[in-house]
């Protein structure tokens, strides 16, 4: 009896020692996206003399399908991204013109920001794309957090060399991510922070992307609403209600 | 008196208030551009001013019926509009059934003209798609030359005219899945041979986008094939087309458009394009059209082989370059196409374009025979 509630608790006492680092990235990535996620934010790409905002909404089901509306500027307002699996497509309403965006441009910057297309829209998935690596523990804006390393799989068609990510201990947010390119120099940092609670959720609705080599500019993604696990049917996410959604 | 006012204009504050917080039935947007043209001549230079309003009005009543109607109202000047005397026919041209422009005023030195150029009604049914009216029936795939569309073709020149023009029409779609669909359309008009009446079945297949359309454009015949994918990171589209008169002695015609286009981590963009035309002209016989006159999918170059390279690239997140050029070897004639967009403040944008044709004029010398340049400010709404 004794032995049974011994082996019972061994393989528990040993996750508890080394943390599974996959465990805690896979909780930090349900985190922020639920099994379905609906959100509007506010973009502000902001430099030492100048800033512009976009505004737009988001939904998703899991990594496998979004869709992104631009309603601010006027400029771009109406322009949606549908993304189903590894394909994307782009919506230009004022001339009714649908494009297929080529992979290769999952690496430029989302409307002139410091986010990527990949960021925005997701291509790739933290969990699967990447292997994951315990580095241990750290204290950052008074939250005690685990430090994962992420290095990307070699068949993954991934943006970056290797990922720090820090991650909240007790709610499994994310605090801290650091971008490391091929050649591992720093080449972005993603600042998350004004953690509140929502849907029942604790998360940080303020995430800042500042480029190493320009540390005095910076994008920041603030959320305007947030909410999980949405009853949102599978088929929202077609070329259909890309034209349509508003 | 006094109190009739103040409850007058409370009751015009609490309207205003309980209709912001119903949800908005109707959306209204637009711009103003300026545009200024430089048309350098041998012996003169040419300077004409547009300025140039956009209307887009929707109204969605519910969630099945929207209705839109955008508008187009231009004001000409300058040097060019005295120059031609017909100026106001000149801007004039459509592929439209039901005549919805007016030239408001047309005078010597003045053109004003107003233009309906989308007016529509669209049911929305579960996976149906129903659109009754004047529309843009985009069926193209490519970026720049595109055979498959048959409804509403444009001229790359017309670069002014970025919404491109539409088509009074019928337009019934059926959504098969998230990504497929079929589709029939037809244009109006009473005469039966400059009717554009086919159907397009859209597939998603291996990552590709493909269209089969097959019908009637115009005099012809036509079958099309189109796709949009990606060989590695490259985007990789196409478009076939094939003619045959049913009526009248034109010959069969076959056109092939076929682009890759690649995006740097560094934003800078290449793409390249190829349009062959089986009926072009192999010499420099043909002449390339510049004007927003009425092309069609048929003609989209007068020479047998027509080749693009454009490149783009972000100097500053506010500051985009663009370098487009054309070639017809054929023809020895080449097309340069130099621009810069700045983001002034949020919603005013400035471009700064040139557009430069080279060719032999009459005695035969090659030289520049078009230099124009182009200055626009838009602010959008």
Same mark, same amino acid.
């Given at each position: 009896?004794?032995?049974?509630?011994?082996?019972?608790?061994?393989?528990?006492?040993?996750?508890?020692?080394?943390?599974?680092?996959?465990?805690?990235?896979?909780?930090?990535?349900?985190?922020?996206?639920?099994?379905?996620?609906?959100?509007?934010?506010?973009?502000?790409?902001?430099?030492?003399?100048?800033?512009?905002?976009?505004?737009?909404?988001?939904?998703?089901?899991?990594?496998?399908?979004?869709?992104?509306?631009?309603?601010?500027?006027?400029?771009?307002?109406?322009?949606?991204?549908?993304?189903? *699996?590894?394909?994307?497509?782009?919506?230009?309403?004022?001339?009714?013109?649908?494009?297929?965006?080529?992979?290769?441009?999952?690496?430029?910057?989302?409307?002139?920001?410091?986010?990527?297309?990949?960021?925005?829209?997701?291509?790739?998935?933290?969990?699967?794309?990447?292997?994951?690596?315990?580095?241990?523990?750290?204290?950052?804006?008074?939250?005690?957090?685990?430090?994962?390393?992420?290095?990307?799989?070699?068949?993954?068609?991934?943006?970056?060399?290797?990922?720090?990510?820090?991650?909240?201990?007790?709610?499994?947010?994310?605090?801290?991510?650091?971008?490391?390119?091929?050649?591992?120099?720093?080449?972005?940092?993603?600042?998350?922070?004004?953690?509140?609670?929502?849907?029942?959720?604790?998360?940080?609705?303020?995430?800042?992307?500042?480029?190493?080599?320009?540390?005095?500019?910076?994008?920041?993604?603030?959320?305007?609403?947030?909410?999980?696990?949405?009853?949102?049917?599978?088929?929202?996410?077609?070329?259909?209600?890309?034209?349509?959604?508003? | 008196?006094?109190?009739?006012?103040?409850?007058?204009?409370?009751?015009?504050?609490?309207?205003?208030?309980?209709?912001?917080?119903?949800?908005?039935?109707?959306?209204?947007?637009?711009?103003?551009?300026?545009?200024?043209?430089?048309?350098?001549?041998?012996?003169?230079?040419?300077?004409?001013?547009?300025?140039?309003?956009?209307?887009?009005?929707?109204?969605?009543?519910?969630?099945?019926?929207?209705?839109?109607?955008?508008?187009?109202?231009?004001?000409?000047?300058?040097?060019?509009?005295?120059?031609?005397?017909?100026?106001?026919?000149?801007?004039?041209?459509?592929?439209?059934?039901?005549?919805?422009?007016?030239?408001?005023?047309?005078?010597?030195?003045?053109?004003?003209?107003?233009?309906?150029?989308?007016?529509?009604?669209?049911?929305?049914?579960?996976?149906?798609?129903?659109?009754?009216?004047?529309?843009?029936?985009?069926?193209?795939?490519?970026?720049?030359?595109?055979?498959?569309?048959?409804?509403?073709?444009?001229?790359?020149?017309?670069?002014?005219?970025?919404?491109?023009?539409?088509?009074?029409?019928?337009?019934?779609?059926?959504?098969?899945?998230?990504?497929?669909?079929?589709?029939?359309?037809?244009?109006?008009?009473?005469?039966?041979?400059?009717?554009?009446?086919?159907?397009?079945?859209?597939?998603?297949?291996?990552?590709?986008?493909?269209?089969?359309?097959?019908?009637?454009?115009?005099?012809?015949?036509?079958?099309?094939?189109?796709?949009?994918?990606?060989?590695?990171?490259?985007?990789?589209?196409?478009?076939?087309?094939?003619?045959?008169?049913?009526?009248?002695?034109?010959?069969?015609?076959?056109?092939?458009?076929?682009?890759?286009?690649?995006?740097?981590?560094?934003?800078?963009?290449?793409?390249?394009?190829?349009?062959?035309?089986?009926?072009?002209?192999?010499?420099?016989?043909?002449?390339?059209?510049?004007?927003?006159?009425?092309?069609?999918?048929?003609?989209?170059?007068?020479?047998?082989?027509?080749?693009?390279?454009?490149?783009?690239?972000?100097?500053?997140?506010?500051?985009?370059?663009?370098?487009?050029?054309?070639?017809?070897?054929?023809?020895?004639?080449?097309?340069?196409?130099?621009?810069?967009?700045?983001?002034?403040?949020?919603?005013? *944008?400035?471009?700064?374009?040139?557009?430069?044709?080279?060719?032999?004029?009459?005695?035969?010398?090659?030289?520049?025979?078009?230099?124009?340049?182009?200055?626009?400010?838009?602010?959008?709404?």
């Amino acid at each position: 009896m004794l032995l049974l509630v011994w082996l019972n608790l061994l393989p528990l006492n040993f996750s508890q020692q080394v943390p599974d680092a996959k465990e805690i990235i896979r909780l930090a990535d349900e985190k922020m996206r639920g099994a379905s996620s609906q959100a509007e934010m506010t973009m502000t790409i902001q430099r030492p003399d100048w800033k512009r905002e976009i505004k737009m909404k988001s939904w998703a089901i899991g990594t496998e399908k979004s869709l992104i509306l631009i309603t601010s500027p006027a400029r771009d307002r109406g322009t949606a991204f549908l993304k189903l *699996d590894k394909e994307i497509w782009n919506w230009q309403p004022r001339i009714d013109r649908e494009i297929k965006l080529p992979p290769s441009m999952m690496m430029q910057s989302w409307m002139g920001s410091d986010f990527t297309n990949d960021d925005l829209v997701r291509e790739s998935s933290i969990v699967e794309d990447y292997s994951h690596f315990y580095k241990g523990d750290t204290v950052i804006n008074g939250y005690s957090c685990h430090k994962v390393e992420l290095q990307p799989k070699e068949e993954a068609a991934v943006v970056w060399g290797r990922i720090e990510a820090f991650i909240e201990k007790n709610e499994y947010f994310q605090l801290l991510i650091k971008f490391y390119d091929e050649d591992d120099f720093l080449i972005n940092t993603q600042v998350l922070s004004d953690v509140k609670t929502v849907d029942g959720r604790v998360i940080p609705t303020r995430m800042e992307m500042i480029p190493e080599e320009q540390k005095n500019q910076r994008t920041i993604i603030q959320y305007d609403f947030l909410d999980f696990d949405i009853d949102i049917e599978s088929n929202f996410f077609s070329k259909q209600n890309m034209r349509r959604v508003r | 008196m006094k109190n009739l006012v103040v409850l007058f204009f409370s009751l015009a504050v609490l309207s205003s208030f309980a209709q912001e917080k119903k949800e908005k039935k109707w959306l209204l947007s637009g711009y103003v551009k300026d545009l200024v043209t430089f048309n350098f001549a041998d012996d003169s230079t040419l300077i004409d001013n547009l300025i140039h309003n956009r209307l887009n009005f929707e109204w969605f009543p519910n969630n099945n019926f929207t209705f839109h109607l955008q508008v187009r109202n231009r004001l000409f000047h300058g040097d060019l509009v005295k120059l031609l005397p017909n100026y106001a026919q000149f801007v004039d041209v459509n592929n439209d059934y039901v005549d919805l422009s007016a030239n408001v005023v047309d005078r010597n030195t003045v053109v004003f003209q107003t233009m309906i150029d989308r007016l529509y009604i669209e049911l929305v049914k579960e996976q149906w798609e129903i659109r009754l009216g004047r529309q843009r029936i985009n069926w193209g795939t490519n970026l720049v030359w595109n055979p498959n569309d048959l409804f509403n073709t444009y001229s790359f020149f017309d670069f002014d005219y970025e919404e491109r023009p539409g088509t009074d029409g019928l337009r019934v779609k059926r959504y098969l899945g998230s990504t497929s669909s079929v589709e029939f359309a037809s244009s109006f008009n009473d005469d039966f041979d400059e009717i554009v009446m086919a159907g397009n079945w859209t597939i998603n297949k291996g990552g590709y986008d493909i269209s089969l359309i097959a019908g009637k454009a115009r005099r012809d015949i036509s079958l099309g094939v189109g796709w949009a994918g990606n060989i590695g990171l490259a985007g990789f589209r196409g478009e076939l087309g094939y003619f045959v008169p049913y009526k009248g002695q034109a010959p069969n015609a076959f056109l092939a458009s076929i682009s890759a286009d690649y995006s740097f981590e560094s934003s800078l963009y290449l793409h390249g394009s190829v349009l062959f035309n089986s009926e072009g002209d192999e010499n420099s016989n043909g002449a390339v059209q510049f004007l927003p006159d009425r092309l069609t999918a048929r003609d989209l170059s007068p020479f047998k082989f027509s080749t693009l390279v454009q490149t783009s690239y972000s100097f500053h997140p506010l500051i985009g370059g663009a370098f487009a050029v054309i070639y017809y070897p054929g023809a020895d004639g080449l097309f340069l196409n130099p621009g810069l967009t700045i983001s002034v403040i949020t919603n005013l *944008d400035l471009d700064l374009l040139g557009q430069i044709y080279f060719d032999q004029d009459a005695l035969g010398d090659h030289k520049a025979i078009a230099k124009l340049a182009f200055a626009r400010v838009k602010w959008s709404f």
